[in-house]
């Protein structure tokens, strides 16, 4: 089964920057979906950018124009850059991936990463 692991969380100030990762057990390329979410204090958990397997990215209008996804996939490695960093954006970030089940294709299987906290601090 695929297994993934967040990294790259930290301390920053306003306006700062920090590069996620995400590192797969297997080749990313098999998955269908991959995103990170976040969960801030006291909310719940809401999606920040996702990238599909053909390359389309989408991202929360929260984060538009700051964050960016991307993966390599020679790597299996998922990243999320974000750049201009605002108080609002402190929170666990998690890595998620969603594999279409064979066996049962109108659902997925999900997975995630055990999340890195990112705080955004003056």
């Known amino acids: 089964q695929v297994q993934l692991v967040d990294s790259g969380g930290g301390l920053v100030q306003p306006g700062g920057s920090l590069r996620l990762s995400c590192a797969a057990s297997g080749s990313i390329s098999s998955i269908d979906i991959l995103g990170w979410y976040r969960q801030a204090p006291g909310k719940g958990r809401e999606l920040v950018a996702s990238?599909?397997?053909?390359?389309?990215?989408n991202y929360a209008d929260s984060v538009k124009g700051r964050f960016t996804i991307s993966k390599d996939n020679a790597k299996n490695v998922v990243y999320l850059q974000m750049n201009s960093l605002k108080l609002e954006d402190t929170a666990v970030y998690y890595c998620?991936?969603?594999?279409?089940?064979?066996?049962?294709?109108?659902?997925?299987?999900?997975?995630w990463g055990q999340g890195t906290l990112v705080t955004v601090s003056s």
């Open positions: 998620n991936a969603k594999i279409r089940d064979p066996a049962a294709p109108w659902r997925y299987l999900e997975i």
């Open positions: 990238i599909i397997s053909g390359g389309s990215t």
